[in-house]
């Protein structure tokens, strides 16, 4: 990657568009082994790069800023990266339409920050926004609508909500297993979810036992149609 950015900053200039991504692009590496200092200088010269090049207002701009949010998200600076997550959330609504796939990338990073600083009232329409989005996109029974449905039920359970959120993680579990088969990882971390639900809602380990037996039955029906 350094080796990328070098060639292109040799070539190009230090401050063309394609320099920009492979900042991003060693920026995201050095997030994803904690250097995240090291990766904000970079996203942080990416942006400007972006907002140089192409306005303030510009999709790539948008993508730089999330990119920026989650990386303050991550280490605690929540009053830092919640206006850059409006601010992408804007740009993207204005520059692709407000039920476009990115915006929906931008509703569920705006809602996990604030859930980590505890709004759920706030969070909760921006989850149900980016469900509906993605079930009209992809139709009902797809992965990505199973991640949505298991956000909002992870929200409603913090909540106390239990008998709302417990249709919502069955049917994530549903959707992952009949698209993922049994053994894939999502179907593993929606299962331990909806078990610990239904413990909180007081049923028994027979029931719980009982209940997952359904749902696997159901599941075979659904992927033998």
Known sequence: MRRALNIYEDSLGKDHPNVAVSL???ALLLQDTNRMKDAETLYLRALKINEDNFGKDHPNV?????????LFHAINRFGEAEPLM??????DEDSFGKDHL???RDLNNLA???LSTNRMSEAEPLIRRALKIDEDSFGKDHPNVAIRLNNLALLLKAANRLDEAEPLMRRALIV???NLGINHPNVSKVLTNYKYLLLAMGWSKEQIIEQLRKIASDS???ISQ
């Open 24 to 26: 991003s692009n060693l």
């Open 62 to 70: 948008a993508g730089t800023l999330g990119s920026l949010a989650v």
């Open 86 to 91: 409006k601010r992408a959330l804007k740009i």
């Open 102 to 104: 990115k915006v929906v």
């Open 112 to 114: 996990q920050l604030l």
């Open 176 to 178: 992952f297993i009949t």
């Open 220 to 222: 075979f029906k659904k």
